[in-house]
């Protein structure tokens, strides 16, 4: 059978028409790497697109390997719908820590309940080539803490501390002053007592040695009155002896108490002595001062043994007392207790939101510019290669954003970003090592403007204004530096003024590397900040 040149010209076009048909028809998936050569431990971006109808519903594979490859990272599926037709990106971040050729498998993916498998993809995995005749071969120091960080932490830790001593101090404090505010009868459960122990305080003192008797006579004579007025209620202490003698034995034959009329007559006799040494200067000998000492106690002891104090007086007076020393003792533990607990409540909060919150909140946070350029900075080399070294108040973490691969530069081949913070912090630092290939023909003017777009693209600014000058540095650095402002609006907040700079470097014809720093503008600290980091920018070359 023979085709003339119309016929087949004639199926040729059918076919190429067809031909999308039928590839969509047999495999509606598409699988690719952005590199199939790393070296050990670096990151491999892995995407698998799926075509299907607008109602379809599709499973990717979700596991913590894939084959011999490690996931580091799982996106979320990003869709696009097309008429009828939507494509599901589904990407992942693979690593692989051994030397040598490596193999991800055919991997399933079920839509509309049937199977479909990708295409396997061949990876090398590459050691890092070490020259042991020119490069020397150390051994395998400890983390350095030299130049790291203190973590906030300990402040949470020492403000606890000071709230537990604020509450003891608060506790000595407040006990003092009520121990020098109680009167006799918060001290003293009874009369009895009461005398009891100040006259054994005054024996002991034994002032009278000094060759005057009088303060000690007339602080004895004070304690037996005040004995002998609290137990009857008589104004023992504005008597004369005479006076007092009289008052006392009436009150005795009136109560029908029995006391040996020998006592109450030496207590008359200490009373006419205490008498004649406050006012004759008359002063007795050391065993007469005894012998009274004596009288005076036995006096005391005899009216207390022969006439207690009722218990309805003497319950009443407990009761206040008691309710007294209670309600002293809730003073002194109630105010330390509630002012420690406040303290401890306040900082409790203070760290949940610090711990808790995506954003570094500014009301609840120790972490103000000015103590980030005063404490020890971090020191650390990033991306691969040579990579630069940069010194910063705390380190970079490797956030790598998958949709920056598609960011719309072409030649492109990897990017590898480092971040501190966010947009809207008090500092944000974000540091990117690009890898181009021969397709890149952008200016440095061009990168670091669509750079900027990456970066503010999630969030919702206005006024932005941008300048351009070159950058040398004092390690001599140079590359082109740009610097601006921005208004970040916030739906919740105030919009706040943000101030940007960014330095672009080449670290070979191949390798950029820009470094971005964002703070609020009237952050009088985040100028210096800024300096002293990109002050600190270089590369080191291998010796």
Excluded: C
Excluded at 217 to 222: A, F, G, K, L, V
Excluded at 351 to 368: C, G, H, I, K, P
Excluded at 384 to 409: H, M
């Amino acid at each position: 059978m023979t085709l003339n040149k119309t016929t087949y010209n004639l199926l040729s076009v059918l076919i190429l028409l067809l031909s999308p048909s039928l590839m969509f028809a047999q495999s509606p998936l598409e699988a690719k790497v952005d590199t199939t050569s790393i070296k050990i431990g670096e990151p491999i971006q892995y995407t698998i697109r799926a075509m299907a109808s607008k109602h379809s519903k599709v499973l990717f594979p979700e596991t913590k390997t894939l084959g011999p490859l490690e996931i580091l990272d799982s996106y979320p599926v990003d869709t696009v719908a097309k008429d009828d037709v939507v494509t599901l990106t589904k990407r992942y971040e693979l690593t692989q820590f051994d030397e040598g050729s490596f193999t991800i498998p055919q991997l399933p993916v079920i839509i509309d309940a049937k199977l479909f498998q990708t295409d396997s993809i061949r990876i090398e995995v590459q050691n890092v080539a070490v020259d042991t005749l020119k490069t020397p071969l150390y051994d395998i120091k400890s983390i350095s803490k030299n130049g790291a960080a203190p973590s906030t932490n300990w402040y949470y830790l020492a403000f606890l501390i000071l709230s537990i001593i604020i509450g003891v101090i608060a506790y000595i404090f407040i006990k003092r002053r009520q121990d020098k505010n109680l009167t006799e009868d918060d001290k003293y459960s009874t009369p009895f007592e009461k005398a009891v122990t100040k006259l054994k305080e005054l024996e002991e003192k034994q002032n009278w040695t000094r060759g005057n008797a009088k303060p000690y006579y007339s602080e004895m004579t004070d304690i037996a009155r005040a004995f002998i007025e609290d137990t009857f209620d008589i104004s023992a202490r504005e008597l004369t002896t005479f006076e007092t003698i009289s008052i006392l034995k009436n009150t005795l034959r009136d109560k029908d108490i029995k006391i040996d009329p020998k006592i109450i007559k030496e207590f008359k006799r200490v009373l006419d002595t205490a008498d004649l040494v406050k006012f004759a200067k008359s002063q007795p000998a050391d065993n007469e001062i005894v012998a009274d000492t004596s009288n005076t106690q036995k006096i005391i002891n005899e009216i207390n043994a022969a006439y207690p104090i009722s218990a309805a007086t003497q319950t009443e007076r407990i009761r206040l007392r008691e309710e007294r020393k209670r309600k002293r003792k809730r003073l002194r533990l109630g105010i330390p207790l509630m002012l420690s607990g406040a303290l401890m409540l306040v900082i409790g909060i203070v760290y949940l939101v610090n711990s808790t919150s995506e954003r570094n909140l500014n009301v609840f946070t120790f972490n103000s510019s000015k103590r980030l350029l005063n404490q020890e900075w971090i020191t650390s080399t990033y991306g691969s290669g040579v990579g630069l070294t940069v010194s910063t108040p705390e380190v970079l973490i490797r956030k790598n954003d998958p949709t920056v691969g598609d960011s719309g530069i072409d030649g492109i081949e990897s990017i590898q970003q480092f971040k501190g913070g966010d947009l809207g912090d008090p500092i944000f630092i974000t540091l990117s090592t690009i890898q181009t290939g021969k397709d890149f023909k952008y200016s440095e003017e061009e990168i670091m403007d669509h750079s900027l777009k990456l970066i503010i693209k999630n969030h919702t600014v206005d006024g932005i204004e941008i300048t351009h000058e070159k950058f040398e540095n004092a390690s001599g650095l140079t590359g082109l530096k740009a610097k601006g402002s921005l208004l970040l609006k916030s739906e919740k907040g105030k919009d706040q003024k943000i101030t940007f700079e960014s330095v672009l470097t080449h670290e070979s014809k191949t390798v950029l590397n820009q470094l971005w720093i964002f703070h609020k503008t009237e952050d009088q600290y985040a100028d210096a900040i800024s300096e002293k980091v990109f002050d600190s920018m270089q590369y080191k070359q291998d010796k």
